[in-house]
């Protein structure tokens, strides 16, 4: 079982001039911890469902490239990536460049975008829910392409590209891991199942959600002739891995007979604190799990 690291908020320590040093003491703390992956939000404004708007956010990309910086091994990646905030052949170019640059580390977590009051207030094109899942599938298309050999043309319904040129291509084989959002059992999981080399679900919904989702993943594999076991499967705790570690071990274990691989944490503390103590009380522990 692997752990990830999912940094969601900037507002600690408040001093807006300590966030690049405290994000980049929390990725190499957490690096030599034995964290595997380090994924940040795809968000301008802070979430208002959890915090108020106008809390500090930084553009995702260029985070992860300031963290590819410091550190050597971590996977970086979104968690995930709106469709509607970039054209995808800019994407795609976004993600070979953090690839490129950071080693070969580089992961495309994708899904559906939501937060429509950052898109209105920032003027991004807010379409239907069924619209953007078409936008979805023709930039997973994109990407696929603009990592393989046809730099020619794509033409879709929502997206015109006259060429797929991509050079350098990314340091990844065959290309960057795709890794698809979200829980939606209809569109989201078919996806995966046609797209992905990897899900990723939240596990607020407890053991039987997950469950549930896996099992419907494994029924659009089927249907779509994919091998289902190809596809990593990774899980969002719901439980705060520092405030009762066996129970967070016990959740743990639960995903890992689902066969799932990676868990991402987010820090509910000082960041820094919390990576050294997920190396101190919990990464030691899950060498035992899976």
């Not at 595997?36 to 802070?46: E, L, N, R």
């Not at 994109?142 to 997206?159: E, L, T, V």
């Not at 799932?260 to 944490?265: A, G, L, M, T």
Request: one cysteine or more; a negative charge; charged letters at 20%.
């Amino acid at each position: 079982m692997k752990l990830g690291l999912h940094y969601w908020n900037y507002s600690t320590p408040a001093d807006p001039t300590a966030i690049a040093p405290t994000l980049a003491e929390t990725a190499t703390t957490a690096e030599q911890a034995g964290v595997a992956s380090f994924t940040v939000m795809d968000h301008f404004f802070q979430m208002d469902a959890v915090f108020a708007a106008e809390e500090p956010m930084l553009e995702a990309y260029t985070t992860l490239g300031f963290v590819a910086g410091q550190t050597q091994r971590m996977t970086l990646g979104v968690l995930v990536t709106g469709v509607m905030y970039r054209y995808p052949g800019l994407l795609a170019k976004t993600v070979t460049t953090l690839d490129v640059l950071s080693g070969g580390r580089a992961r495309l977590g994708i899904g559906a975008s939501w937060y429509e009051r950052e898109q209105l207030g920032l003027g991004v094109p807010v379409v239907p829910v069924a619209e953007r899942f078409e936008r979805l599938e023709e930039t997973l298309r994109i990407c696929r392409q603009m990592w393989s050999a046809d730099d020619g043309p794509f033409n879709g319904k929502h997206y015109q590209l006259a060429e797929t040129i991509n050079s350098p291509q990314p340091l990844s084989r065959p290309h960057p891991p795709i890794m698809i959002g979200g829980g939606g059992e209809k569109k989201t999981l078919l996806l995966v199942a046609r797209y992905a080399d990897a899900c990723n679900l939240f596990g607020r919904g407890g053991i039987d959600d997950i469950t549930r989702k896996l099992d419907v993943l494994r029924g659009h594999c089927a249907a779509e002739g994919r091998d289902y076991d190809t596809i990593e499967k990774t899980v969002v705790a719901s439980r705060a891995p520092l405030d009762d570690v066996d129970a967070f071990l016990a959740e743990v274990s639960e995903y890992a007979a689902l066969g799932v691989s990676e868990v991402q944490v987010t820090p509910d503390r000082h960041p820094v604190e919390f990576a050294q103590r997920l190396g101190d009380e919990v990464l030691p522990r899950l060498a035992d799990v899976g």
